[in-house]
Nanobody, 115 residues
Framework: QVQLVESGGGLVQPGGSLRLSCVASGSIFSILQMGWYRQAPGNERELVASITRGGTPNYVDSAKGRFTISRDNAKNTLYMQMNSLNPEDTAVYYC?????????WGQGTQVTVSS
């Protein structure tokens, strides 16, 4: 069974950058479509970006041009480089399959954008 562990969040000033990582246990990571999701206080969890098993990315409009999703199948790791962060990006960020599996939600990693 796959387990997912996110890391890389933190406190950053507006305009700053962070790189999130998600390490997957298990041997099937390379065949999975994966996604980054986020949940801000009082909001529903939402998709931010997804990536096919071959590496083709897709982004929601708010992430286009600022975030880059990537994966290293040899390391069972999913990444997301986030640039030009703004306070509206403040949320807990999660990785999961795309579409998401209820059994795979982890603890997430907190991203706070504030001056």
């Amino acid at each position: 069974q796959v387990q997912l562990v996110e890391s890389g969040g933190g406190l950053v000033q507006p305009g700053g950058s962070l790189r999130l990582s998600c390490v997957a246990s298990g041997s099937i990571f390379s065949i999975l479509q994966m996604g980054w999701y986020r949940q801000a206080p009082g909001n529903e969890r939402e998709l931010v970006a997804s990536i096919t098993r071959g590496g083709t990315p897709n982004y929601v409009d708010s992430a286009k041009g600022r975030f880059t999703i990537s994966r290293d199948n040899a390391k069972n790791t999913l990444y997301m480089q986030m640039n030009s962060l703004n306070p509206e990006d403040t949320a807990v960020y999660y990785c999961n399959t795309y579409p998401p599996s209820a059994q795979l939600w982890g603890q997430g990693t907190q991203v706070t954008v504030s001056s």
